[in-house]
Structure formats: C-alpha cells, structure tokens
C-alpha cells in the first residue's frame, strides 16, 4: 500500500490503491525509477530486469538492499521492498 500512496502523490498512479501490483502500479514505478533511479527501459508496466536494476539502485541507497544490482528478485529484493514498502506507507498514511 505504501509505495502504490507514494506512486499516486508523486508519479500518477491512478489505480486502485490495494497493495496488489498490477501494471499501472509498474507503469508508475517504471515513471519513479525513471526520474529517480536511472531506469531507461519502455514505461510499459512489465516489471523486467532493467527495471528490477533501478529498483535495486533505489533500494540500495534508501532501503538497506545488500545484494547485487542485478535485476534479479530474490530474497533480499524483496526484504527491501518491503522496508521500502513499510516507510512509505508511513510517510504517504494521509492519501
């Protein structure tokens, strides 16, 4: 929920803010990474590797990532999405 409130503030979310990452979800997050993280891929809402590379850039410098930028899911990906996902929810609680 956190990072879809973020997404909707910032980088023109507009689905439904339910925790469930669709492709407007990844559209928003591939518009973030974009701006933010470096990603340089298609806004096309499918989550590959170059966007999964941004997101580990991003949770890296922000969210404690210690893996590889790789643009591989695995654990640790996760565990900082999930820090990440956790923060924003506090910080974006109010949309």
Request: charged share 20%; net charge positive; no cysteine.
């Amino acid at each position: 929920l956190g990072l879809q409130r973020m997404l909707a503030a910032r980088y023109q979310y507009r689905g439904i803010v339910d925790g469930i990452p669709g492709s407007l979800t990844w559209s928003a997050m591939q518009r973030f990474l974009d701006v933010n993280w470096g990603y340089d891929g298609k806004i096309d809402g499918i989550p590959g590797p170059l966007t999964w590379r941004a997101a580990q850039r991003w949770l890296k410098a922000r969210y404690g990532y210690k893996g590889l930028i790789d643009g591989v899911v695995g654990p640790l990906t996760i565990a900082a999405l999930q820090r990440a996902g956790a923060a924003n929810a506090l910080a974006y609680k109010s949309q």
